[in-house]
């Protein structure tokens, strides 16, 4: 079920896709009687991945079916995972429910309303598809309750951005493409604008984006932050002002350790360390301090300069955060933590 990508990292399939498979596999069991141990399914943009059938039951009104879903080289906390999809006869149309380790919504500003099972429109829209072409083979009326279960989603979820979002009781079923790209960045800064549009839904007047979670602790104690103003922005500070700009609050605060910091005063958008590096020529000319030249870390080069590098680097931080957020109506502020969650400095 996994495929190569460039010969090293190879893609797997999100949770959206494995449930489309089971749905796939359950109708045509109960519509037309075939048992099959594979299933192949094709995806929004025409790939046709080959699912194993991993879990049966069947009973006189209902068939059940699950599929373990591979994430191939992405460090997906959901890999593994037994994604079932149980089809039944009834209702109308095609409604969905949450089953074991599937949650539900509770707060408004997340593409499915309160209420409704954790199972967001693309797969919904995938899962429908199949109910249509197979009730058009098969000449059936195509009412079906399809209800999605992940055995062991709810403690899965303490470990995703579930919680925060308001997402309770379990996973979400995700996915748009049915394609899980090996460390893409695309599902985190896709998490960072479902966090914004929550905090908009509950009105919030503050958030707050952090690099980490010790300058996390530290900024939401400054503040007295609910969780779920906390916005999971990582090292993707660039994609959350840009969708902030667009979605505005009124106020937010920036926080992060002396490193990502630098970064992001030196004009980075993306403080990951495999993409943007600190110009320590830049900070030996701007601290003027030759020897800043020939450091490793911004640690150390704080270790060497003090305070007021930790002034200099929340002062232009604000000044780069003001240049992506371009709207005047956003408050912003800054703050620069140490290891232990020291406040160093702050706008």
């Keep these: 079920m996994r495929e190569p990508v460039n010969n090293q990292l190879r893609r797997g399939w999100t949770t959206g896709a494995c449930a489309t498979a089971a749905v796939r596999a359950g109708l045509l069991e109960l519509w037309g009687r075939q048992r099959i141990s594979e299933v192949q399914i094709t995806l929004p943009k025409g790939e046709t991945p080959l699912f194993q059938i991993a879990h049966r039951r069947i009973d006189k009104n209902w068939v059940e079916v699950g599929i373990t ?15 079932i999809a149980r089809v039944t006869e009834g209702g109308s149309g095609v409604t969905f429910y949450a089953g074991d380790g599937v949650g539900y919504i509770t707060k408004a500003g997340l593409p499915i309303g309160v209420g409704e099972p954790a199972i967001n429109p693309a797969p919904r829209q ?7 072409k197979l009730a058009e083979f098969y000449k059936k009326i195509p009412n079906i309750k399809i209800t999605i279960s992940i055995p062991g989603g709810a403690e899965i979820a303490l470990k995703t951005w579930n919680p925060r979002l308001g997402i309770v009781g379990g996973l979400s079923v995700l996915g748009t493409t049915g394609i899980v790209r090996p460390f893409s960045c695309a599902a985190w800064i896709a998490s960072i604008h479902r966090g914004i549009d929550v905090a908009r839904a509950e009105n919030y007047g503050h958030v707050a984006g952090c690099t980490g979670a010790t300058s996390e602790r530290a900024v939401q104690s400054l503040y007295c932050l609910p969780e779920t103003a906390m916005l999971d922005m990582g090292d993707f500070a660039g994609g959350l002002m840009k969708y902030l700009a667009k979605k505005p609050v009124p106020r937010l605060t920036i926080g992060g350790g002396i490193g990502k910091m630098t970064k992001l005063a030196q004009g980075a958008r993306d403080l990951h360390s495999a993409r943007t590096q600190v110009d320590f020529n830049n900070l030996a000319e701007v601290m003027g301090q030759p020897n800043l030249a020939r450091v490793n870390t911004a640690l150390e080069a704080y270790d060497l300069v003090g305070p007021s590098m930790a002034e200099w680097v929340v002062s232009e931080s604000l000044k780069s955060c003001r240049a992506i957020l371009k709207n005047e109506k956003i408050k912003v502020d800054c703050v620069v933590i140490n290891r232990t969650g020291k406040i160093l400095a702050r706008t």
Excluded: F
């Design 69 to 83: 879903k591979d994430a191939g080289d992405d460090p997906d906390v959901t890999h593994g995972a037994l994604i």
């Design 126 to 132: 995938m899962m429908e598809e199949q109910v249509t």
